[in-house]
């Protein structure tokens, strides 16, 4: 076979989720955000040398998967310890975010539905999506960690409207030489993004039109919008987004709408909320106001407009009822407030759940 794993994990896993190919990870196993503090892998070893400015190719699998995000983070070596528990927040943190394309880069499923949303009919980590990144030339020298990142993923073998959390690696690399060190750029410019998804170009061949530059997404737009809190295969999404589009309430369809087609039966939602796609920006993108798009197979697509409080400042505001600013959230740091922010999103998910809110303060745009 192209791809021989021995890995116990994955074999057990392997067609429901997926992780980075190349650059080579430290691990070729699947990690979530089930387990903040093993998003990373153990090994603390250089995998490769590059230049500044060098153009690094990447690929994963898509693995019966459809849309979201993949972003990738960089921070200096000696800030990441162990399994990089400790860094989470920093990871998250746009400063040190450098990249973000679409799950979707020229990957699609050969049956998929009027969205692009089906099973490929392939074998785990066969059918690869690819794109490159280019390394910032504002980096020095030296020993770095790059986080591989998968968020707003979505689908699985057909259950089109079922999210999934973050599915993650790290890359060990070094930086030797190539262009001149520069300036970072500000205010987020120092982000590449490549956001053509190959979902959005079979929508438009189908009729729904949806310009490009942005991505196809499931559930949430950043990384700890949905996440994996216990042995229930769906995740817990919260925040603005996953109430707008959590299929029964909100400008959502139905259960019954956001059902496969040939099935109505309850246990397809895997124990969990289903959710309707949208279309849009990540959180981390500088031109990112909260203007989606919701997608529906039963009406036309929906224009949102969310406020631009982020996932995990709102999920900690909504329980603490306070103003909480990105900057504090990150400064919370590590593992422990990024699982206090796991913690504290179960809670209100499941809150929600049992006061049945259905009434939401955002409104689609008529």
């Known amino acids: 076979m192209r791809h021989l794993l021995v890995v116990s994990y994955v074999a057990a896993v392997a067609n429901a989720h997926t992780f980075m190919i190349s650059p080579a990870p430290r691990e070729a196993a699947v990690h979530t955000n089930g387990d903040l503090n093993s998003e990373c892998g153990a090994s603390g070893a250089i995998s490769a040398t590059y ?5 690094v190719p990447m690929s994963w699998g898509r693995n019966n998967h459809h849309g979201g995000f993949v972003q990738l983070s960089v921070l200096e070596s000696n800030k990441v310890i162990g399994t990089a528990g400790n860094a989470v927040a920093q990871f998250d943190d746009p400063q040190n975010i450098i990249f973000t394309s679409c799950y979707n880069s020229i990957c699609k499923a050969p049956n998929g539905d009027k ?3 089906g099973g490929d009919g392939t074998e785990f980590q066969e059918l690869l999506c690819s794109t490159s990144f280019n390394v910032p030339t504002y980096l020095a020298d030296g020993d770095y960690t790059l986080k591989f990142s998968v968020f707003g993923n979505g689908d699985s073998f057909g259950v089109r409207n079922m999210p999934h959390s973050s599915y993650t690696n790290c890359h060990n690399f070094r930086i030797q030489g190539g262009a001149t060190q520069t300036q970072k750029a500000a205010n987020k410019a120092h982000i590449q993004f490549k956001l053509q998804d190959s979902g959005i170009v079979i929508a438009n061949q189908n009729g729904v039109t949806i310009p490009q530059r942005q991505c196809m997404f499931s559930g949430t737009n950043t990384h700890l919008g949905c996440l994996q ?8 999404c919260v925040g603005d987004i996953a109430d707008v589009s959590r299929c029964g309430g909100g400008t959502a369809d139905t259960l019954e709408q956001c059902y496969r087609a040939s099935s109505t039966d309850a246990t397809e939602r895997q124990d969990g909320d289903l959710y309707n796609y949208m279309v849009g920006l990540p959180a981390s993108h500088p031109e990112y ?3 989606l798009t919701l997608l529906s197979h039963v009406r036309d697509p929906v224009p949102i407009q969310l406020g631009l409080k982020s996932t995990t400042a709102n999920a900690i505001d909504l329980a603490l009822g306070t103003e909480s600013s990105n900057s504090a959230t990150a400064a919370a740091g590590g593992a ?10 179960a809670a209100i998910y499941n809150k929600k759940k049992q006061n049945n809110q259905d009434a939401l303060t955002v409104q689609p745009q008529l």
Do not use: E, H, Y
């Not at 230049?51 to 153009?55: E, H, L, S």
């Open 229 to 236: 809190t216990g042995a229930n295969r769906s995740p817990s």
């Open 289 to 291: 106001t909260g203007k």
């Open 51 to 55: 230049t500044r400015g060098q153009d």
């Open 336 to 345: 422990i407030g990024a699982l206090v922010v796991m913690a504290v999103a």
């Open 115 to 117: 969205f692009g949303l």
